[in-house]
């Protein structure tokens, strides 16, 4: 039986939650409709900036663990081609996840401090666990 995500539709938003992670396209760029599609606390790390009235494409990794790099290469591949900013919202990134959505083009949010884990000592700690 294959997964067949969720749609959901608001004003100005077509965001797709499946497990990981969540894709919206065209999201204003405003803390209303950031905390509308993500919640308080996303909107409360939001900055405005008024040079970005919009964000093409947003990937919001849920949860509270630590995105590593391969997972920010497979979000990265299932995104429809793009024109404009790009978003990226997780707990925390590894410093080569960081470094990839970088690249990218993307503006980060996360909603921890960043710690400084890499993808080697976030597998060794996970591992121990």
């Known amino acids: 039986m294959g997964f067949s995500p969720l749609f959901i539709r608001l004003p100005g938003l077509n965001a797709r939650i499946g497990l990981k992670p ?41 949860g509270s663990k630590v995105i590593v790099s391969g997972e920010i290469k497979r979000a990265l591949r299932k995104v429809k081609p793009y024109s404009g900013q790009l978003l990226l919202i997780a707990q925390d990134l590894t410093v080569e996840a960081r470094q990839i959505a970088v690249e990218a083009q993307y503006h980060i949010i996360t909603l921890s401090e960043f710690f400084g884990w890499t993808d080697l000592s976030y597998q060794n700690i996970r591992q121990k666990s």
């Not at 760029?29 to 947003?58: C, D, I």
């Open 22 to 62: 969540q894709i919206t396209y065209d999201l204003p760029a405003t803390r209303e409709a950031v905390g509308e599609a993500f919640g308080q606390k996303v909107a409360a790390r939001f900055v405005e900036n008024s040079l970005v009235p919009a964000y093409a494409v947003v990937l919001h990794f849920h």
